[in-house]
């Protein structure tokens, strides 16, 4: 994940009707994901989900390079979205990238109060709080890709650690439109305080640690 050229936007009916300068964000999420994984199933159908709600959403549509870093223009996005959504699927890990992004975030939920959504996509929370299986693969790799700079992928286990800790949305089984409709629903009312048709009683697999 990395230019924006291909971030496709949808403003909301609050940002139509009140000046971009009033509000310290430019968008109200941003997705963080594994490409390979979920770039064309998941992740685009939520983001096609948040778009139509009228949620200002950053995606990112470009692979990049392994081991290269991520650019400035993405974490001024990542400083100007009011919350982001971890889209923790099986080889999130594996991705530099997507590490990197995750630190970024860490930074902004502790020093500007950003919202996290964290969602398991058929993951265990504690393979991803406890870095196993292929979560650990990922990291025996980056140790040995980074055994002369320790401190940087002990700052990625750090990132994943906290962000299994918050509260995740856990999707395994049923139907994936209605987890969609659920964490939309949910979303929606992290940002705005309103459910906007959503019972909450159809908020399902929330896990807390």
């Known amino acids: 994940m990395a230019s924006t050229s291909n971030v ?26 594994r490409g390979e994984d979920t770039r064309y199933t998941f992740t685009e159908r939520l983001y096609e989900a ?11 549509d470009e692979d990049l390079e392994i081991g290269k870093p991520i650019s400035p223009e993405l974490i001024c ?6 919350m982001a959504v971890v889209v923790l699927s099986r080889n999130y890990a594996s991705s530099t990238w997507c590490l990197q992004e995750l630190v970024e975030i860490d930074k902004c939920v502790k020093e500007s109060g950003m919202k996290i959504f964290p ?3 058929h993951e265990d929370p504690s393979n991803v709080r406890h870095q196993r299986e292929t979560f650990a693969d990922a990291f025996v790799e980056h140790d040995k890709r980074y055994k002369d700079n320790m401190k ?3 700052g990625w286990r750090d990132a994943l650690t906290k962000v299994a800790n918050h509260s995740v949305y856990s999707l395994k ?13 949910k979303i929606s009312h992290d940002l705005d ?14 896990y807390s640690p």
């Open 152 to 154: 940087k992928a002990q």
């Open 77 to 82: 996005a990542i400083k100007k979205s009011r």
């Open 193 to 206: 305080g309103t459910l906007s048709g959503v019972d909450e009683d159809s908020l399902v697999g929330m």
């Open 50 to 60: 948040l778009v139509e709600k009228g949620i200002v959403t950053f995606k990112d």
């Open 119 to 121: 969602i398991l996509y």
């Open 8 to 33: 496709q936007i949808l403003p909301s009916s609050s940002d139509l009707s009140s000046p971009i300068s009033e509000s310290p964000w430019e968008y109200e999420v941003f997705l963080s994901f």
């Open 173 to 185: 089984d049923g139907s994936e439109s209605t987890h969609i409709q659920n964490i939309v629903g």
